[in-house]
T-cell receptor, first 114, second 112 residues
Framework: EAQVTQNPRYLITVTGKKLTVTCSQN?????MSWYRQDPGLGLRQIYY???????DKGDVPEGYKVSRKEKRNFPLILESPSPNQTSLYFC?????????????FGQGTRLTVV | DQQVKQNSPSLSVQEGRISILNCDYTNSMFDYFLWYKKYPAEGPTFLIS?????DKNEDGRFTVFLNKSAKHLSLHIVPSQPGDSAVYFCAVRIQGAQKLVFGQGTRLTINP
């Protein structure tokens, strides 16, 4: 089954404690990205990757890091989380294709930073 | 600055009637327009899309309309069913890029 898997689904942490949210896709997609969803703001892109070892900032990259060492994995790293990073996070993947822009999303990670 | 706006945070429609969700955009350099549906505790799922060279695309009960002169996108669901109750996001793709820009979302509730 084609899917994007995120872990963990829920996480409560304290300010400053480094954390990683993992994301893995089994569709051999080149493009992967991270979004955060906040009330009234919709989905905003944090970082994206066009392929292995190619990453770039999205609209709200401050406080986040990513890496793309393998095609299937795209972890999101918060080196020193702060309460304003409390949010619902989604990983997504898609083919790089000029016609089909459909993105597949993971189930989400609800992060609370206290 | 919000490039994609869904001005209605919520919409309530009676089962069997038509649901119309709206989205306005500001940039003429968008070349692809999509709608995603999101249930609670799940990720968004792709629903329907339309290229900028078209003005209508239909898939079963779902039809997307694109009015380029007004920079307006709409999704029609007819007839509406209880399972359509969800949050709907419109999204646009910047021409020449893979990036999607999302609207704020509209919560649709279908009443029996």
């Amino acid at each position: 089954e084609a899917q994007v898997t995120q872990n963990p689904r829920y996480l409560i942490t304290v300010t400053g404690k480094k954390l990683t949210v993992t994301c893995s896709q089994n569709m051999n997609h080149e493009y992967m990205s991270w979004y955060r969803q906040d009330p009234g703001l919709g989905l905003r892109q944090i970082y994206y990757s066009m392929n292995v070892e190619v990453t770039d900032k999205g609209d709200v990259p401050e406080g986040y890091k990513v890496s793309r060492k393998e095609k299937r994995n795209f972890p999101l790293i918060l080196e020193s989380p702060s309460p304003n990073q409390t949010s619902l996070y989604f990983c997504a993947s898609s083919r790089i294709n000029t016609v089909n822009t459909e993105a597949f999303f993971g189930q989400g990670t609800r992060l609370t930073v206290v | 600055d919000q490039q994609v706006k869904q001005n209605s945070p919520s919409l309530s429609v009676q089962e069997g009637r038509i649901s119309i969700l709206n989205c306005d955009y500001t940039n003429s350099m968008f070349d692809y327009f999509l709608w995603y549906k999101k249930y609670p505790a799940e990720g968004p799922t792709f629903l329907i899309s339309i290229s900028s060279i078209k003005d209508k695309n239909e898939d079963g009960r779902f039809t997307v309309f694109l009015n380029k002169s007004a920079k307006h996108l709409s999704l029609h669901i007819v007839p509406s069913q209880p399972g359509d109750s969800a949050v709907y996001f419109c999204a646009v793709r910047i021409q020449g890029a893979q990036k999607l820009v999302f609207g704020q979302g509209t919560r649709l509730t279908i009443n029996p």
